[in-house]
Nanobody, 115 residues
């Protein structure tokens, strides 16, 4: 049974930073791409970042390029999203995701960027 537990979301001022964590269980973590998605109220969930199984390859969407970095620690079954220079438009619930169970979504973690 796949489980993904996100943490690290907070209220932060514009320009601030947060690091989100997602601890995974129930599948062989190191065999799978991992993804971060976000969903703002009234908007569709969107892909933010992905990282290859070994962590050597990664990408982020254009709107967060240069500000967000995805990484993973396979020994800890954890994927991270480092978010710098946060903007109000980054406000959303952030979810990690795995192809090991594509219909599973955890609780997410709320990121609020506001002055």
């Amino acid at each position: 049974q796949v489980q993904l537990v996100e943490s690290g979301g907070d209220l932060v001022q514009p320009g601030g930073s947060l690091r989100l964590s997602c601890v995974a269980s129930g599948f062989t973590f190191s065999n799978y791409f991992m993804y971060w998605y976000r969903q703002a109220p009234g908007k569709e969930r969107e892909l933010v970042a992905r990282i290859s199984p070994g962590g050597a390859g990664s990408n982020v969407r254009n709107s967060v390029k240069g500000r967000f970095t995805i990484s993973r620690d396979n020994a800890k079954n954890t994927v991270y999203l480092q978010m710098n220079s946060l903007k109000s438009e980054d406000t959303a619930v952030y979810y990690c995701h795995t192809n090991a169970q594509e219909d599973y979504w955890g609780q997410g973690t709320q990121v609020t960027v506001s002055s």
